[in-house]
């Protein structure tokens, strides 16, 4: 499994947290999702072996918002 967070620009409501959240959490590999609508942030946990992290980062994109990444340690969990 990979731990990411994820910079994500443009987030300024519970909708954006909700279609994110949502639409993210529903894809294949994608165990974890959580938006910090504050803090401009998403950390997802994925199993690379199924989903890619451009997948992810495409699926984000793809709904209006601009994405950076900054990866977790590796033993650090986003629970």
Same mark, same amino acid.
């Given at each position: 499994?990979?731990?990411?967070? @994820?910079?994500?620009?443009?987030?300024? &409501?519970?909708? &954006? /947290?909700?279609? /994110?959240?949502?639409?993210?959490?529903?894809?294949?590999?994608?165990?974890?999702?959580?938006?910090? @609508?504050?803090?401009?942030?998403?950390?997802?946990?994925?199993?690379?072996?199924?989903?890619?992290?451009?997948? /992810?980062?495409?699926?984000?994109?793809?709904?209006?918002?601009?994405?950076? @990444?900054?990866?977790l340690p590796k033993n650090q969990s986003c629970?």
């Open positions: 499994m990979e731990n990411v967070i @994820l910079a994500v620009k443009g987030m300024s &409501c519970g909708h &954006c /947290i909700h279609s /994110i959240e949502g639409n993210v959490g529903k894809m294949k590999g994608v165990y974890f999702v959580k938006v910090h @609508l504050n803090e401009e942030k998403v950390e997802v946990s994925f199993d690379p072996k199924v989903v890619s992290l451009k997948g /992810i980062t495409d699926m984000i994109e793809g709904q209006g918002y601009d994405v950076e @990444l900054s990866k629970h």
